[in-house]
């Protein structure tokens, strides 16, 4: 029984992949064997997503839904792993020697209630406002009180980025890393980070879940992910939600006091958001190679040695003008990533160890990434895939840093549209709002 602690703590397990004795092991220790399907309405669903199974002209019928974490057909019996785990006790559980800011202090108070009211809670704080170490004393009563946390986000890269600032600062704890593009397996961790999708593993697992850019896609309008957070959660656990711009759908639970709310609307270091300077490019984008407004910009960037981080609204715009910026600038060292990319991890750690100057992207870096003395910049703003929210969130990459508050950025368009407006009149309302408090 090697494998026995990759199956503990709420796991949703195929009976046929177990050995006798790791499944004997399990249901003596309060795990629970129950049939893959269950019926409701007279539709046949999957117990391990919760979606409808559909079905197919074939004689074996199994769940689509979550195919992609291992097939489920619908005369297969699951186990769900016992969650009954007593984590020990630790001499000391928070090493951090940072200082919170007013504004955060309040809303870790408003945390902590939550916590022991067992109230879900959302804290809508601005990009940079500091969420992450707002957690840290909420995670630190978690463990003192011997529960189990999970930390998600749709994003792998901002779970990539946050696990060693929770290993940093909790080194005494179990801290686990899991995701679909990782190497290493599941195994019983009292921290544990993951994407969102992985959360369909899960039964009443965690006593707390904290759901990082809630608003991010894939999970935003994922009704199968949002199905797999409630599930994941046990009865009297809650779900901390953390955004910058929560969808609606939230704030409507946040009216009915379903849940309750913090809010933060300056940086951890009291200096405004950078507020979007916005261009407009008579000729394309790609006149003359590179449109000579934006040269410019590129220019003087390279000549000063700046880094930058170029946005795209779609891959073959941004491989078309890596090959450009490449011909016209071959002194200048930069990456390019995107979705499909199986090399965007180790891309994305060349640029945050300032070993490439530049680097270009799609959408996937709108969020949960920080880099600190950039300049951002939007090409092709007016485009659908730039959303209002997308560019609240990519704006948010910039100014960061204490000593790089005031990094620029800029919006480069061939018409200028609501988005791009509704967009720099949120910024600014923001900052507007942070000098008022």
């Known amino acids: 029984m090697d494998k026995i602690n990759e199956y503990l703590g709420g796991r949703i397990l195929k009976k046929a992949d177990l050995k006798i004795d790791e ?46 974490l291992g097939k489920i057909e ?6 769900i792993t016992p969650t009954n785990v007593k984590f020990p006790s630790q001499s000391n559980y928070l090493t951090w020697h940072g200082q919170l800011t007013v504004n955060q202090e309040k809303g870790v108070r408003e945390l902590l209630k939550a916590f022991q009211n067992h109230q879900d809670h959302l804290v809508w704080a601005v990009t940079g406002a500091g969420k992450t170490e ?28 946050l696990y060693p600032r929770i ?12 995701h679909g593009k990782s190497d290493q397996k599941y195994y019983l961790a009292q921290i ?23 608003d991010s896609y894939p999970l935003a309008g994922n ?45 951890f ?31 003087r960037l390279i000549r000063n040695h700046e880094r930058f981080m170029l946005f795209f609204p779609q891959i073959p715009i941004m491989k078309s003008f890596a090959k450009k910026l490449k011909k016209l600038y071959p002194e200048l060292s930069f990456v390019d990533v995107s979705s499909k990319d199986e090399q965007r991890l180790k891309k994305v750690q060349l640029f945050r160890e300032q070993q490439v100057q530049a680097i270009l992207t799609t959408t996937i870096l709108e ?24 560019l609240i969130q990519i704006a948010g990459r910039a100014g960061r840093g204490v000593d790089s508050f005031d990094d620029e950025v800029h919006f480069y368009y061939r018409f200028y549209n609501r988005q791009i407006k509704q967009a720099c009149q949120e910024i600014s309302y923001l900052n507007r709002q942070a000098v008022k408090k």
């Not at 290993?167 to 899991?178: A, D, H, R």
């Open 192 to 214: 544990s980070l993951m994407t969102v999708h992985q959360l369909v593993r899960f039964e009443r697992a965690f006593d707390v879940l904290i759901i990082d850019e809630v």
């Open 134 to 161: 707002m957690i840290f004393p909420l995670l630190e009563q978690v463990l003192i009180q011997q529960k189990r946390v999970a930390i998600c986000s749709p994003r792998v890269d901002v779970c990539i980025e």
């Open 223 to 267: 009704n199968m992910l949002y199905k797999a957070i409630k599930k994941a959660k046990k009865d009297n656990g809650i779900i901390i939600y953390l955004s910058a711009t929560p969808p609606q759908k939230l704030l409507q639970a946040v009216k009915r006091k379903k849940v309750t709310l913090t809010k933060l609307y300056q940086r």
């Open 74 to 79: 619908v005369n297969d019996e699951l186990i």
């Open 23 to 68: 499944l004997n092991y399990l249901l003596e220790n309060g795990g629970c064997l129950v049939p893959a399907t269950f019926k409701k309405r007279n539709k046949l669903y999957c117990r391990r997503c919760l979606m409808e199974i559909v079905k197919l002209p074939i004689k074996s019928q199994y769940c689509r839904a979550c195919i992609n």
């Open 167 to 178: 290993q940093q600062v909790f080194p005494q704890t179990s801290v686990g890393l899991f």
């Open 269 to 299: 270091h009291g200096h405004p958001l950078p507020e979007p300077h916005c261009h407009l490019l008579i000729e394309k984008l790609e006149f003359l190679g590179i449109n000579p407004k934006l040269r410019l910009r590129l220019n």
């Open 367 to 390: 969020r949960g990434v920080t880099f600190k003395k950039i300049t951002v910049i939007v090409l092709e703003a007016q485009a659908k895939e730039f959303t209002k929210t997308t």
